[in-house]
């Protein structure tokens, strides 16, 4: 063993060592993971995967959804616009789960992409850089469970109710925390950075505890309800004086509350109750970033979602042949007029 | 004596109970090949090999739906490469309760309605004309082998950066006919590139006037998109007349008829290039070469008839029979995905299945493509010592591997 790779192994070996001697009785545990899938949707339908014959391409996907909503906020369209930038070169092969009704390519897009009933496909060869660029629309009551925002309109006022909410699992002990500390500010700096995330943990001197927690993705909101103006950060439910059309755009936050509070002097269970939320919630938001999913795990996902009042979509017309256009009332007028007109012929047949 | 009997009926029903279903009691159901065996022998027996072997693939555990076992069997019926009688035979196919039919392509635009009434799915395998699939008009008819309008596309995407003059040729055979409007369509938007468009006789066996009518107007380089023959009397003309101008050409550019024609001349091929589906994914030659070994074993070797400079006999890679394969595989797994044997039903799950196509590949459908060969599948290959290799200077084509093509 060379020197150079001697010292390699001893560095995390003298780490491990370290925290091992600062803290003879505490165990390791993991925190929960800023990744986790903490609901099966979004991303929708499985999210996306690929199939790239011994490569990874790397692609970073960028999602618009447009939801049209009813006079009753229920969501009556929701088309998704998904724009892949595609790199590595190389085949590839990626379905993007989606419960589509149709799909188009937009202009500007490499190639056209396919449709099965659950998912948009993309097939072909990336000769260094490709944009693939689908318009779908999905069907509105499988996609409506995973939108973040649901718009209630009442008289004079408009409810907005933040849907992200789920309740998950995590742990309450005594940690040690100034390595705590550390990960936590490593997790901020990934996030500032835009990076992915990594898990991390925490040593425990006591007895963890499992306990449930309710986290949510905060939700930039803002637009117009009639002539209002909106901007706030929507956690939970807020409702808006006002009423009209509704054009509102909703971006998944990152959840400044948990991460920029400063953590000095809080006790090692507190801030393990912070970490655990952030990285929760951090999951949380994740997920509603990719609504549609990315063939590349690790690559960078963003959802906007738009949400405007719409008029109900117009019924379609019936086929020419299922009616003539005549309602019984003139049929009846027509039948009982011919009766009318060969009772007079057979009278006057009869006279004759 | 009532006892014994009442044993041997017991023994008899306990040996019809468990374990594997015999090939016997399976419940066979047919898969038409409608090829033009009498006309062209090659293509016709390739595309009949792809069937067979994937249908005995598929046998060897049978398609359990329900409480029944089916199995594949593979029927043959001879277009003649003529329209009437695929009619005809599509007629039949349907009267057999067909569950799919495998196509060479000749009279699909009759032949498809006949079997679009009971929903029967159509898989051609060799023609690439533009109207043959439409997934809205012709929901029953798929393809799996290059488009000419990928071809052409291709072709130009490949040509016109070389700042080449391309003679567009093509002969007067529904193949080239069919070529030529995909080339102009191609090319339209770069006519500057096109020094010369000509409909060449099929049938002629010299071609020396409309070769030497492309180099009075300046062409640098020629595309000819036409049968095997028209091709070979393309270079016939050409080399002997004395001009070495580059020669591009569809798959029919790989036809071992043109080989053989110039076995005399062999340095006549060297050069050539042609545009073809892939036959290798990236991972590598490994799944074309085990399907390759497969075929071989069960249908043996399809030669060329020419021999390389060291003497080697060149074999035909088999292209074709790779695309009914993967027909016959998708097939198989929309009657599991449909769970059913209606052909209707058959056709629609065609849609929503996925499988490794031989050469490696993802190979299916969609409802909005009905295409197995994609566009970006398609590569180049240039011919030197009557064998073939993907050129280098195609982002494509570079990253795949020579097959090996002598034995």
Known sequence: ?352 | MGRVLLVLAVLLALAGCGGKSSPSQRTPLTIVVDGPFSRSPYLGRTIENGARLAAREVNANGIRLGSKTYELRVRTLDTALSPARAVANMRRAVEQEAIAVVDEGTGIDASWRIAAKPGIPIGVVFEGGRQIVDPEARPNVFRIAPTDHGLAFRLAEYLIPKGLKVGLLHDDSDYGVAGGQALASAFERNRSSVAIEQTLPADALDLAPQVLRARRAHATGLVVWGRASTIASVLTAARSAGWDVPVFTPPAGADPFVRQQLADHPQWVDGLTFAGGRLTAEIGTGPFLTFEQKYESSFGVDRVGVKTSGGQAVIVPPETAMYAYDFVNLVAAALLKAGSTDPAKVTAALNEVTTEGANGDQRGFNHNNHEGVVDDDIYFARFHDMTYTPVKDDPLSATLPAVPQTR
């Open chain 1, 1 to 352: 063993m060379t020197r150079l790779a001697a010292a390699a192994v001893a560095v995390p070996a003298l780490v491990l060592s370290g925290a091992a001697s600062a803290a003879p009785n505490a165990d390791f545990v993991s925190l929960p993971s800023p990744l986790a899938q903490l609901s099966s949707s979004p991303p929708l339908a499985g999210g996306a995967s690929a199939n790239a014959e011994g490569l990874r391409h790397r692609v970073a996907a960028r999602t618009n959804v447009v939801v049209s909503l009813g006079p009753d906020g229920a969501p009556l369209r929701v088309v998704a616009t998904q724009r892949l930038d595609v790199r590595v070169k190389g085949d590839y092969f990626f379905p993007i789960g989606a419960p589509v009704s149709a799909v188009e390519a937009v202009p500007g897009s490499a190639s056209p992409p396919g449709r099965r009933s659950t998912s948009i496909l993309w097939a072909g060869f990336n000769p260094s850089r490709r944009t693939l660029v689908a318009r779908a629309a999905l069907r509105p009551g499988a996609v409506a469970p995973s939108l973040p925002l649901r718009v209630t309109p009442g008289p004079g006022v408009v409810a907005l109710e933040n849907t992200t909410g789920v309740t998950t699992s995590a742990f309450t002990a005594d940690v040690l925390v100034a390595p705590l500390a550390r990960y936590f500010a490593q997790l901020k700096r990934a996030i500032a950075l835009g990076e992915v995330p990594t898990s991390g943990g925490a040593l425990v001197t006591s007895k963890p505890v499992t306990t449930r927690i309710r986290v949510a993705a905060p939700l930039h909101v803002e637009g117009t309800i009639g002539a209002r103006r909106v901007d706030l950060v929507l956690e939970g439910r807020r409702t808006i004086a006002g009423s009209g059309p509704v054009r509102l755009t909703v971006t998944p936050a990152d959840p400044a509350r948990l991460l920029d509070r400063p953590v000095a002097g809080l006790s090692g269970r507190r801030l393990l109750d912070r970490v655990a939320r952030a990285s929760l919630t951090l999951s949380r938001v994740r997920q509603y970033r990719t609504f549609l999913g990315n063939p590349d795990p690790t690559g960078p996902s963003s959802t906007t979602y738009v949400y405007r009042t719409a008029a109900r979509p117009v019924a379609a017309a019936p086929a020419a042949g299922e009616s003539s256009g005549r309602g019984w009332p003139l049929t009846l007028a027509i039948v009982l007029a011919l009766l009318g007109a060969l009772a007079l012929s057979a009278f006057a047949w009869s006279r004759a």
